[in-house]
């Protein structure tokens, strides 16, 4: 089935490490989004990407990291820049182009042990 | 500036009733585009409608209906004979004119409990 792949489901960090989510698609879209949730917040946006080898900064992008080297594939790095990393992390896609919908995946959440 | 508001925390229903969830958005585009999007226990976020800046039509699909209305910038999102099934968080979302689709603008989110 197509759909958008988030692994793992379930992250610990030490204080000082980097880790890696990734985020895996297989919808043929060009569009990928990484945005973080908060308990109590929406969602905010941490990096995208509309093709490959091109990504921009959302509105929250410090402390995080990002490659498109792949269509499918969009990994996020949460540095140890990141003062404040535990939070849940959704991937999404979409076909891209003005008004489209976007397509989530499961989510991983971090915690910061 | 682009912002969306959803005043509604938490609600809480008995099964049967009728909910609204109420979704106000701030922009100054012209064309944009508004979503719903529904967020059960598992944590995905499932598309529920799209709605273009240009079309005011109410949208009702099953026991969902939006009332999209310009005048007010409201998006609101009416469940008719609530089941538990309903219960999860719902999102209402904004894309500007220049936004590419899936760079969203979200509201806070409203915890929607149907009690059986």
């Known amino acids: 089935d197509g759909g958008i792949t988030q692994s793992p489901k379930y992250l610990f960090r030490k204080e000082g490490q980097n880790v890696t989510l990734s985020c895996e698609q297989n919808l043929n879209h060009d569009a990928m989004y990484w945005y973080r949730q908060d308990p109590g917040q929406g969602l905010r946006l941490i990096y995208y990407s509309q093709i490959v080898n091109d990504f921009q900064k959302g509105d929250i992008a410090e402390g995080y990291s990002v490659s498109r080297e792949k269509k499918e594939s969009f990994p996020l790095t949460v540095t140890s820049a990141q003062k404040n990393p535990t939070a849940f992390y959704l991937c999404?896609?979409?076909?891209?182009?003005?008004?489209?919908?976007?397509?989530f995946g499961q989510g991983t959440r971090l915690t910061v042990v | 500036a682009q912002k969306v508001t959803q005043a509604q925390t938490e609600i809480s229903v008995v099964e049967k009733e009728d909910v609204t969830l109420d979704c106000v958005y701030e922009?100054?585009?012209?064309?944009?585009?508004l979503f719903w999007y529904k967020q059960p226990p598992s944590g995905e976020l499932v598309f529920l409608i799209r709605?273009?800046?240009?079309?005011?039509q109410n949208e009702i699909s099953g026991r969902y209906s939006w009332n999209f209305q310009k005048s007010t910038s409201s998006f609101n999102f009416t469940i008719t004979a609530s089941q538990v099934v309903d219960s999860a968080v719902y999102f209402c979302a904004l894309s500007g004119e220049y936004n590419q689709g899936g760079k969203l603008i979200f509201g806070q989110g409203t915890e929607l409990s149907v009690k059986p």
């Open positions: 709605r273009n800046s240009f079309d005011e």
């Open positions: 999404a896609s979409s076909i891209g182009g003005q008004g489209t919908e976007a397509f």
């Open positions: 922009t100054r585009d012209t064309t944009y585009y």
